[in-house]
């Protein structure tokens, strides 16, 4: 019984090791398309270094992605779901379909021929444009900066000093290392 297990078990592994070592490599030859659409798409008070950071962290994203890996359930919900495939290839299609100079119109052309109304929770692979976007937005980071507050959502500040505000934004930060699921 306990070698079956162990077979099976191996099997699993080799299935994900070849899943995962056929996705391409993100970005490719379509990093300056990732970082200029970051440049139109993210706030502009981020600077070009702020989108530039948020587009590498987004890359890191798409390359550590994992398909076949348990997803988080939630409370009361039994069924543990596997993530879908990598969506690098298809966000490459999506990257190298961009026009050059990227604009704001062919952004929103772009989302609107997708049909994309509404950003996901996470980066679900339909659009490369609304997971940046979903990416970026749903952070710590950019509730931060919505607030100009060092609000630190995804950390722990504890009990002690909690009935304080959190402290504003000494400036314009930028974002640090986020982790997504």
């Known amino acids: 019984m306990l070698r079956r297990t162990a077979l099976r078990w191996l099997a699993g592994l080799g299935t994900t090791f070849r899943a995962w070592a056929q996705t391409p490599a993100f ?32 890359e890191r994203y798409v390359r550590e992605y994992r398909p076949g890996a348990d997803t ?20 490459l299609r999506q990257l190298a379909a961009l026009p050059v100079p990227l604009t704001r119109e062919a952004v929103e052309a772009a989302l609107e021929q997708a049909q994309i109304k509404d950003l996901p929770r996470l980066p679900d692979g339909k659009s490369v444009i609304a997971d940046l976007m979903s990416f970026y937005f749903r952070s710590a980071d950019a509730n931060d900066l919505c607030y100009r507050a060092a609000i630190g959502r995804e950390s722990c500040r504890g ?3 909690s009935a304080k505000a959190p402290a504003p934004l000494p400036s314009i930060s930028h974002p640090t290392a986020q982790e997504h699921a």
């Open 27 to 58: 970005p490719g030859t379509q990093s300056a398309a990732l970082r200029d659409l970051a440049a139109v798409v993210l706030p502009a008070s981020l600077g070009r270094s702020g989108t530039e950071l948020i587009a590498d962290q987004f």
């Open 72 to 91: 988080e359930h939630g409370y009361g919900f039994t069924r543990v779901r596997p993530k879908a495939p990598s969506p690098a290839p298809e966000y």
């Open 159 to 161: 009990l002690a000093g």
